[in-house]
Antibody, heavy 125, light 110 residues
Framework: QVQPVESGGGLVKPGGSLRLSCVVS????????MNWIRQAPGKGLEWVSY????????HYADSVKGRFTISRDNAKTSLYLQMNSLRAEDTAVYYC??????????????????WGRGTLVTVSS | QSALTQPASVSGSPGQSITISCTGT?????????VSWYQQHPGKAPKLIIY???ERPSGVSNRFSGSKSGNTASLTISGLQAEDEADYYC??????????FGGGTKLTVL
């Protein structure tokens, strides 16, 4: 089944760190931009970060800039999110999501066509 | 980057049509034809239903349609069905090459 699988969530104290992972299969991982998107309990979606297929292009939301680091290992078809200096407001389900890419035309679409099921991060003392 | 503005809730009866708006600025919705819409049922991951303002992925019902005028995009669902009851989110590419979501709209099928 072509669906990313996130892991690494859990309970962490404010100021602590956590590393999320997302393993994918069923497509050529290195061809695709990948994203982290989060959803606080009972709240809406918030885009967090994206990374290009090569890893050379990276962007972050202002809310996590300087605290979170996105990375990928194309050999392991895995995406990561290193989260440091965690705050209560970082509590959320974190989703790994793929940006659309048409292999035949080389067209990149700025939308999320494949989502994982998410992993819950709880920041609390 | 401020979130796009969506109504908190909309409702309609089975068979009716509803429209959900998504208002941004010229730096996101108004500046690019890269608006997408997602449907999320409780406890599930979001699902793409509209991309590039008006396009529908394979397998998505043609009861879902999208449009845009100026800084406001819209999602219309025609022939409402009970299974359409869900949360709906818009998203746009931005001038900063980042992405932004709307606050979400809860659709209730009466």
């Amino acid at each position: 089944q072509v669906q990313p699988v996130e892991s690494g969530g859990g309970l962490v104290k404010p100021g602590g760190s956590l590393r999320l992972s997302c393993v994918v299969s069923g497509f050529t991982f290195s061809d695709y931009y990948m994203n982290w998107i989060r959803q606080a309990p009972g709240k809406g979606l918030e885009w967090v970060s994206y990374i290009s297929g090569s890893g050379r292009t990276i962007h972050y939301a202002d809310s996590v800039k300087g605290r979170f680091t996105i990375s990928r290992d194309n050999a392991k078809t895995s995406l990561y999110l290193q989260m440091n200096s965690l705050r209560a407001e970082d509590t959320a389900v974190y989703y790994c999501a793929r940006d659309y890419y048409d292999i035949l035309t080389g067209y990149y679409g700025w939308y999320f066509d494949l989502w994982g099921r998410g992993t819950l991060v709880t920041v609390s003392s | 980057q401020s979130a796009l503005t969506q109504p908190a809730s909309v409702s309609g009866s089975p068979g009716q049509s509803i429209t959900i708006s998504c208002t941004g600025t010229s730096s996101d919705v108004g500046g690019y034809n890269y608006v997408s819409w997602y449907q999320q049922h409780p406890g599930k991951a979001p699902k793409l239903i509209i991309y590039d303002v008006t396009e529908r992925p394979s397998g998505v019902s043609n009861r879902f349609s999208g449009s845009k005028s100026g800084n406001t995009a819209s999602l219309t669902i025609s022939g409402l069905q009970a299974e359409d009851e869900a949360d709906y989110y818009c998203s746009s590419y931005t001038i900063s090459t980042t992405r932004v979501f709307g606050g979400g709209t809860k659709l209730t099928v009466l």
